[in-house]
């Protein structure tokens, strides 16, 4: 096995262990109080010790704090040339209501990931392309989706006499084996002869393209040429994210749905598979025990605040519970958008490549503005409805920018499927030409000319619609049931006040780079995406943006600018003054990073506020909450029953604040939404930064509760507060649209070209300059 990684001249691999210091596992100063003088050495190597039964074992595989069980029987083989894994995500944590009573807890999760399966190559090939290999020859969308597939996948050769190859795929060719030329020393030869007259063998495939092997050498770049049909998958490779396809995504998404009764048994068995318990020989030898049962904790459940429109409002009911619509019953009046938007000057309607009739487009768009006016929202007649057949860049840009010309300021385009190539097209063009830019699919139209579920469907739209032109759907205020208790309206009053500015702060890093760039030195491609969403003038209106930064920086730069812009739009709102209170809800953030988020990222906001106030008296008190939405916390009932998924769960706004967290920070854990399938994950929030006077717990955790009744585009809670699930979509456009101006995905791929190329310069500004050709300068929700 080393000898086909390293090559036939390698003997074996030699590693030295070297004694570093001394750690004592009773050592709490993890938790410590002052986060500088934090030392994770005895959770790192507890961390390392439940780790060491698995890879004793050899039938775990391990990246990061994910294992899977490749030997697993409950693996399951999926119809796209791939298996679905079972395994863990495992970390210890030190957790409890003081310092001096802080426990060790190792904290699992049970997942499940897509694994390439160890096969021919020629298998995996065929089952992409449906069982017709040579579709790959004829079909430009099959070849481009195996050469995505293909690319940087690890195989092994099959033809060589003594020891097998291994090497990582750089691409693959355009021309085919027989037609693939390669140079020998009396000239050329196709690939097909050369295998044929060196190793005696003909291709049965020769009409399949070639897999290139790119090596960098003191020489330079060179290249190989294997056929497909010689080369087998190594196993162990993940389906990274780059390359799930939407089947695959919707066989892993049925496959992981666990409901949390059989998430709780799932994780048993993960606990037993990994040998976590006192049976472990290394926890034995070290004097570690472990207690077989779940931590338990009290718990409480937030109330929810009631849904304002218009015309109405919406209570929760008398157990808490708060479910909507915003169509109304039988024999009520329909709700009305507490703000609805100011109609465009002018729309136009654009149908994609004939995805429907024009006759069914008339009537959906009919239904489309009657529905509108019932909810507010008055549009005026379309200026045009046109087929486009020319859906190439240059012509859409062509047809957008004189759409603007025009004086559109809003274009619904209708397109064959959900999720159309032509979709991030045209979003990155809405940002170039400033036009607001909606996509509606064909099924879509289908269902609302259906009749059937026509109103549900319209008002899924039109809350879109009337967020993307500026309008506001509802506003939320304190419920009866919790004034009856309280009598304070806290959500308008105190939580969700006037002067409050939210700012949501989210991340987007690049997929790891591929071999070949690592081997050759190369810098990462594509840069980080930060987005920001952030409250103007109330705290209903948002507004956002998205700017680049150096690839892979967890520390968000440019932020004093960017936090000074959102100020100054906030004064010039309806508020016409500063805020009093900015609370930051910052995602993607590590344990380890919580100081550099205190000290760098607090600063750069603290130094905008002092430009906004020209260093007045005036004080803007700043509070920052880590919001960390994959953590390995879950919230399970004591008696969770033998119902459904739904009824199992905990209710939303499930909220726990002792036992179980960490003894030093403020901070709860939170399940805001309503899970109806599969088993609800929390939200684990910590409070950094919080300027005198402190917000109580309480206070917190109320308001960011709310905040996730404030998504707009749904009527129902999400999962994160509005602003940093804003702030989330934002940095996802982002990325889209730098790819998609890059064009750095399929087209380099298929030709076996390297898409791995840099993204920045070495000119402090390049990232300034690279942000200034993708700001969206769209005043309103946009990215709804």
């Given at each position: 096995m080393v000898c086909e990684y390293l090559g036939n001249k390698s003997k074996g691999v030699t590693v030295s262990l070297l004694a570093c210091e001394e750690i004592f596992l009773a050592d709490t100063s993890a938790v410590s109080c002052r986060v500088d003088e934090r030392e994770r050495s005895a959770q790192q190597f507890l961390d390392i010790a439940t780790t060491q039964?698995?890879?004793?074992?050899?039938?775990?595989?391990?990246?990061?704090?994910?294992?899977?069980?490749?030997?697993?029987?409950?693996?399951?083989?999926?119809?796209?040339?791939?298996?679905?894994?079972?395994?863990?995500?495992?970390?210890?944590r030190f957790l409890g209501d003081s310092w001096d009573s802080a426990k060790a807890v190792v904290q699992i999760d049970s997942k499940k990931a897509a694994f390439f399966k160890e096969q021919p190559l020629i298998d995996l090939v065929s089952a992409l392309c449906r069982g017709t290999p040579w579709r790959i020859s004829t079909d430009d969308k099959c070849a481009k989706l195996v050469a995505r597939q293909l690319k940087d996948?690890?195989?092994?050769?099959?033809?060589?006499?003594?020891?097998?190859?291994?090497?990582?795929?750089?691409?693959?060719?355009?021309?085919?084996?027989?037609?693939?030329?390669?140079?020998?020393?009396?000239?050329?030869?196709?690939?097909?002869?050369?295998?044929?007259?060196?190793?005696?063998?003909?291709?049965?495939?020769?009409?399949?393209?070639?897999?290139?092997?790119?090596?960098?050498?003191?020489?330079?770049?060179?290249?190989?040429?294997?056929?497909?049909?010689?080369?087998?998958?190594?196993g162990g490779q993940r389906v990274d994210l780059k390359k799930q396809t939407p089947e695959l995504v919707e066989q892993l998404i049925r496959g992981c749905r666990l409901s949390p009764t059989d998430l709780m048994q799932e994780n048993d068995r993960q606990r037993s598979q990994a040998s976590l318990d006192n049976n472990n020989p290394f926890l034995k030898r070290l004097g570690i025990r472990i207690v077989d049962e779940a931590m338990k904790a009290p718990a409480s459940t937030l109330c929810p605040p009631a849904i304002q429109y218009l015309n109405s409002r919406v209570e929760p009911a008398s157990n808490g519970v708060l479910d909507w619509r915003l169509s109304?019953?039988?024999?009520?009046?329909?709700?009305?958008?507490?703000?609805?938007?100011?109609?465009?000057?002018?729309?136009?309607?654009?149908?994609?490549?004939?995805?429907?009739?024009?006759?069914?487009?008339?009537?959906?768009?009919?239904?489309?503005?009657?529905?509108?006016?019932?909810?507010?929202?008055?549009?005026?007649?379309?200026?045009?409805?046109?087929?486009?057949?020319?859906?190439?860049?240059?012509?859409?840009?062509?047809?957008?920018?004189?759409?603007?010309k025009n004086g559109v300021e809003f274009v619904l385009f209708i397109t064959r499927e959900k999720k159309d190539p032509i979709h991030d097209e045209l979003k990155l063009l809405e940002i170039k030409c400033k036009v607001v830019t909606q996509n509606v699919s064909s099924q879509t139209v289908q269902k609302v000319l259906n009749a059937r579920g026509a109103e549900l469907v319209l008002d899924n739209i039109l809350m879109k619609t009337n967020l993307k032109l500026g309008g506001v759907n509802h506003a939320l205020v304190t419920s009866k049931v919790f004034i009856s208790h309280n009598a304070l309206p806290v959500v308008e009053k105190q939580w969700l006040t006037l002067s409050r500015m939210f700012i949501g702060l989210e991340m987007s890093h690049a997929a790891p780079q591929s071999l070949f760039a690592r081997q050759s030195g190369l810098p990462p491609s594509e840069p980080t995406i930060v987005g920001m969403a952030y409250s103007c003038g109330n705290p209903y209106y948002m507004m956002g943006t998205y700017w680049m930064q150096q690839p892979r920086k967890v520390i968000i730069t440019d932020l004093k600018e960017q936090v000074l812009n959102a100020l100054m739009s906030y004064k010039e709102s309806d508020a016409k003054?500063?805020?009093?209170?900015?609370?930051?809800?910052?995602?993607?953030?590590?344990?380890?990073?919580?100081?550099?988020?205190?000290?760098?990222?607090?600063?750069?906001?603290?130094?905008?506020?002092?430009?906004?106030?020209?260093?007045?008296?005036?004080?803007?008190?700043?509070?920052?909450?880590?919001?960390?939405?994959?953590?390995?916390?879950?919230?399970?009932?004591?008696?969770?029953?033998?119902?459904?998924?739904?009824?199992?769960?905990?209710?939303?706004?499930?909220?726990?604040d002792q036992n179980?967290?960490?003894?030093?920070?403020?901070?709860?854990?939170?399940?805001?939404?309503?899970?109806?399938?599969?088993?609800?994950?929390?939200?684990?929030?910590?409070?950094?930064?919080?300027?005198?006077?402190?917000?109580?717990?309480?206070?917190?955790?109320?308001?960011?509760?709310?905040?996730?009744?404030?998504?707009?585009?749904?009527?129902?809670?999400?999962?994160?507060?509005?602003?940093?699930?804003?702030?989330?979509?934002l940095a996802k456009r982002g990325r889209a649209n730098w790819k998609t101006a890059n064009d750095n995905d399929d087209k380099s791929v298929?030709?076996?070209?390297?898409?791995?190329?840099?993204?920045?310069?070495?000119?402090?500004?390049?990232?300034?300059?690279?942000?200034?050709?993708?700001?969206?300068?769209?005043?309103?929700?946009?990215?709804?």
């Open positions: 039964k698995m890879l004793e074992n050899g039938d775990h595989l391990v990246f990061g704090r994910k294992s899977y069980n490749l030997s697993s029987k409950e693996s399951r083989q999926l119809p796209s040339g791939n298996v679905l894994v079972d395994g863990l995500e495992k970390n210890v996948l690890t195989v092994r050769t099959t033809h060589l006499p003594k020891i097998q190859k291994v090497f990582c795929i750089f691409g693959i060719t355009k021309d085919s084996a027989e037609k693939q030329m390669i140079k020998i020393e009396d000239g050329q030869i196709s690939v097909a002869d050369y295998y044929f007259r060196k190793y005696l063998i003909r291709l049965r495939h020769a009409e399949l393209p070639c897999v290139v092997e790119r090596r960098v050498n003191r020489a330079g770049v060179s290249s190989s040429y294997y056929p497909v049909e010689l080369l087998e998958v190594v109304a019953a039988h024999g009520f009046p329909e709700k009305m958008f507490i703000k609805p938007a100011k109609p465009p000057r002018r729309w136009v309607v654009f149908i994609m490549k004939h995805a429907i009739d024009k006759a069914f487009a008339d009537q959906f768009i009919t239904s489309y503005m009657s529905r509108a006016k019932i909810h507010g929202l008055i549009l005026p007649k379309v200026a045009r409805m046109e087929m486009l057949e020319q859906t190439d860049s240059e012509s859409l840009l062509e047809k957008m920018n004189g759409m603007r003054q500063l805020p009093s209170h900015i609370v930051v809800y910052r995602g993607g953030v590590s344990d380890g990073d919580f100081i550099r988020v205190m000290n760098e990222e607090a600063q750069e906001i603290r130094e905008a506020i002092e430009v906004a106030t020209n260093n007045s008296s005036s004080k803007i008190r700043l509070t920052i909450i880590v919001v960390q939405a994959h953590s390995n916390y879950r919230i399970f009932k004591l008696n969770p029953g033998q119902g459904n998924a739904a009824q199992q769960n905990v209710p939303p706004g499930t909220c726990i179980i967290m960490h003894p030093t920070q403020t901070e709860f854990i939170l399940v805001p939404h309503k899970a109806i399938q599969g088993c609800a994950r929390p939200i684990r929030c910590t409070v950094v930064v919080d300027d005198e006077p402190r917000m109580s717990l309480e206070e917190v955790e109320g308001m960011t509760n709310s905040l996730c009744y404030m998504h707009g585009i749904v009527t129902s809670p999400v999962s994160l507060p509005a602003f940093l699930y804003s702030a989330s979509s298929s030709s076996g070209m390297s898409d791995d190329r840099r993204c920045g310069d070495d000119s402090d500004d390049f990232f300034g300059t690279l942000s200034k050709e993708f700001v969206p300068s769209l005043r309103h929700k946009f990215w709804a």
